[in-house]
T-cell receptor, first 112, second 114 residues
Framework: QKEVEQDPGPLSVPEGAIVSLNCTYS??????FMWYRQYSRKGPELLMY????GNKEDGRFTAQVDKSSKYISLFIRDSQPSDSATYLC????????????FGSGTRLQVQP | EPEVTQTPSHQVTQMGQEVILRCVPI?????FYWYRQILGQKVEFLVS????????KSEIFDDQFSVERPDGSNFTLKIRSTKLEDSAMYFC????????????FGEGSRLTVL
């Protein structure tokens, strides 16, 4: 079983739709959970960061972590064509280790 | 807004040649990292660096790789003898706080080994 699994997509939605992206993981030691956005041939850009379980909201973005199910989600409300990118989940353990384990990324296309 | 900068943006080299990729992390950050992304694959951790020494490295980071912070601002990744399979985007990242999960990535250096 892969340590972090993420559906590669592509996911195509109309402008204004609510987008749901998710990752599952197998390592119960993961405590820090992040979502990055990556445009083609660019570096990952941090969108959301969550520690342990719970929800976090920032503008149109909401991150959810369910550690009991080993499942994390990113919701994008009122999606825009500029949201078209690859979304990467990433996580690390609560041991002071700074190595992030990334998912393979989900490619999102928001159609105008 | 402060950012991580990387040079060169693209380097083409012959197999067996040495390559140095350079990074300037965000100025008040203390932790530095290199990741790589082979085309079409996931971002993979290579190495983390703190207080002038490696704090963690992956199995990818073998003896052909080394990192250095030669002065107060630059952070470099050296590949001693490049192989075809080293072709990838190499991303530098930095973070302020060991306990924070917030890594900030540069734009990447694309390495093509011929």
């Amino acid at each position: 079983q892969k340590e972090v699994e993420q559906d590669p997509g592509p996911l195509s939605v109309p402008e204004g739709a609510i987008v749901s992206l998710n990752c599952t993981y197998s390592n119960s030691a993961f405590q820090y959970f992040m979502w990055y956005r990556q445009y083609s041939r660019k570096g990952p850009e941090l969108l959301m960061y969550t520690y342990s379980s719970g929800n976090k909201e920032d503008g149109r973005f909401t991150a959810q972590v369910d550690k009991s199910s080993k499942y994390i989600s990113l919701f994008i409300r009122d999606s825009q064509p500029s949201d078209s990118a690859t979304y990467l989940c990433a996580m690390s353990a609560d041991t002071g280790r700074r190595a992030l384990t990334f998912g393979s990324g989900t490619r999102l296309q928001v159609q105008p | 807004e402060p950012e991580v900068t990387q040079t060169p943006s693209h380097q083409v080299t012959q197999m067996g040649q040495e390559v140095i990729l350079r990074c300037v992390p965000i100025s008040n950050h203390l932790y530095f990292y290199w990741y790589r992304q082979i085309l079409g694959q996931k971002v993979e951790f290579l190495v983390s660096f703190y207080n002038n020494e490696i704090s963690e490295k992956s199995e990818i980071f073998d003896d052909q790789f080394s990192v250095e912070r030669p002065d107060g601002s630059n952070f470099t990744l050296k590949i001693r003898s490049t192989k075809l399979e080293d072709s990838a985007m190499y991303f530098c990242a930095s973070s302020e706080d060991r306990l924070s999960g917030e890594l900030f990535f540069g734009e990447g250096s694309r390495l093509t080994v011929l």
